[in-house]
């Protein structure tokens, strides 16, 4: 006997008689199980973004030529912090600012602000590196930048912060086991110094000023130093104006409108 074709029925002989046994796939039982199947992968996509953003439907932003640069809670360096705190690890961010300056589509940056401050070098690697990108930067201090986050806070071309935001300026301290020896003592001040010089360095207010708000007595309950308002950051020369989102990409925009006549005038000639 030769062999069935594929999808044909074929004829089974058994002791019940002649039993029929059909090959063909039933379509309508596949495209059930594939529809069932796209339904399962929807409600998960829609599960993770309630668990992710606390809503189902997220505006879905148009291709830009601006990179948002998060910078939230606590700034986490070299010791990992608990998982109850809320933390913006530095390995995540600088390779994202490396990302920006090589990105030829990417014609400048916004850095969002909301941070209670953390570790002090890391915190300084962040604000370097922000400085040195070519492309316009654009800084909003929104809720607070606190402690490690005025640094970051003055570090790109121009910086916006809430009318009712405020910055934290203390001098910094250690965690963990301190050695009360003379060499503690200077390696505390050499610190402090590069923070004080890098402030001073990428905004307007005077160093005097600075370490007086740093050191200022009887402003915090348990701490010395200085809690500044949004008005007052730009009366001290901190933060160069009082603005919110609007604001920031209105100048952000600006800038990278004069970086391309510069560089179209640089060509020209």
Do not use: C, W
Request: aromatic share 4%; hydrophobic share 35%.
């Amino acid at each position: 006997m030769g062999k069935v074709p594929s999808g044909h029925n074929k004829v089974k002989h058994g002791r019940r008689g002649v039993v029929k046994v059909n090959n063909d796939q039933n379509p309508q039982k596949d495209g059930n199980k594939d529809e069932q199947q796209g339904n399962e992968n929807n409600s998960s996509a829609l599960v993770q973004k309630l668990q992710q953003l606390g809503q189902t439907n997220v505006p879905a932003s148009p291709d830009s030529n601006i990179h948002i640069l998060p910078i939230i809670g606590q700034v986490e360096g070299h010791v990992q912090l608990p998982p109850k705190n809320k933390t913006t690890k530095y390995e995540h961010l600088l390779p994202q600012i490396i990302a920006v300056e090589q990105n030829p589509k990417i014609e400048g940056l916004i850095v969002l602000l909301n941070t209670v401050g953390g570790d002090v070098e890391a915190g300084l690697a962040i604000s370097e590196m922000i400085a040195s990108i070519s492309k316009p930067t654009v800084s909003i201090v929104l809720g607070g930048g606190h402690s490690i986050g005025v640094p970051i806070a003055v570090s790109t071309d121009y910086s916006f912060i809430a009318e009712t935001a405020t910055m934290t300026i203390h001098p910094i301290r250690l965690t963990g086991l301190v050695i009360g020896v003379p060499q503690t003592f200077e390696y505390l001040d050499k610190m402090q110094d590069r923070v004080i010089n890098f402030v001073t360095r990428h905004s307007d207010i005077a160093e005097e000023k600075f370490k007086e708000l740093m050191f200022e007595k009887g402003n915090l309950t348990r701490d010395i130093g200085t809690n500044v308002i949004g008005t007052d950051a730009v009366e001290y020369g901190l933060i160069n104006e009082v603005g919110g989102v609007k604001e920031a990409m209105q100048k952000l925009n600006q800038l990278i409108d004069e970086r391309k006549d510069q560089d179209g005038s640089q060509v020209i000639q």
